[in-house]
């Protein structure tokens, strides 16, 4: 599968419109309309705002494989922390690191003090 039809697959999936796609990613709907039929490529200036666009990585959308994670799976309170975390602003994400950095601090001197004893 190339990238023109990753694009158009992915449009089809998440039901956005070939006239919105090419609003959001700047690019005139005649080109968009041109990598469909003339199996044209997008310029390498918009694949970044394609990816971000289409919510895909760059390896996906170049390749049509996702690259493997070396980051363990999340459980669901993991998932549910960074649900909300994406959504706080860039200060109050900065509070909750400190705090939760103390916390995990607080927690390794009652582990020390339990281990002396």
């Not at 796609?21 to 700047?26: D, K, R």
């Not at 309309?33 to 003339?38: D, F, I």
Request: avoid cysteine.
């Amino acid at each position: 599968m190339t990238v023109a039809e990753r694009i158009f697959r992915i449009l089809e999936e998440k039901k956005i419109s070939q006239k919105a796609f090419s609003e959001a990613v700047g690019a005139n709907e005649k080109t968009v309309s041109a990598w469909r039929s003339r199996g044209t490529k997008p310029s390498i200036d918009l694949i970044v705002p394609i990816a971000k666009e289409l919510n895909v990585s760059l390896e996906y959308l170049l390749t049509g494989e996702e690259q493997k994670s070396s980051l363990p799976e999340l459980t669901e309170n993991e998932q549910a922390i960074v649900k909300v975390f994406k959504d706080l602003t860039d200060t109050q994400q900065g509070e909750i690191i400190g705090r939760a950095k103390a916390m995990a601090e607080q927690n390794d001197k009652e582990y020390l003090r339990k281990e002396s004893v």
